[in-house]
């Protein structure tokens, strides 16, 4: 089971950082992602990392702003977001995939197991 936390409103240039806690495995062997959705629009793979190696994926519209990253110890990924804009605004979703291929693969063609989202709204 995956646990995402931490959205909220936040004001254009603020920061948030999303937590996805696991239940019931481990991130050994498996690759984790965040993925969102804003209202109308396709949902989009933002940020996937490969826990082996930490082979990690940014979409075009977050790099240099949004960092992945693992907690093997609390079992935990965070999704540190910073410079927010309004168009970062949407459901945040946590998704886990047991497997070894690049975060890239997994944040195109999307994960087996998702959590509950996480909404993020960015004021202008």
């Known amino acids: 089971q995956l646990q995402a936390s931490g959205g909220g409103l936040v004001q254009t240039g603020g920061s948030l950082r999303l937590s996805c806690a696991a239940s019931?495995?481990?991130?050994?062997?498996?690759?984790i992602g965040w993925f969102r959705q804003a209202p109308g629009k396709e949902r989009e793979g933002v940020s996937c990392?490969?826990?082996?190696?930490?082979?990690?994926y940014y979409a075009n519209a977050v790099k240099g702003r949004f960092t992945i990253s693992i907690d093997n110890a609390k079992n935990t990924v965070y999704l540190q977001m910073n410079s927010l804009k309004p168009e970062d605004t949407a459901v945040y979703y946590c998704?886990?995939?047991?497997?070894?291929?690049?975060?890239?693969?997994?944040?195109?063609?999307?994960?087996?197991?998702w959590g509950k989202g996480t909404l993020v709204t960015v004021s202008s």
């Open positions: 019931g495995f481990t991130f050994d062997d498996y690759a």
């Open positions: 990392i490969r826990s082996s190696d930490s082979n990690t």
């Open positions: 998704t886990a995939e047991r497997g070894y291929y690049s975060g890239g693969y997994y944040c195109h063609y999307g994960m087996n197991y």
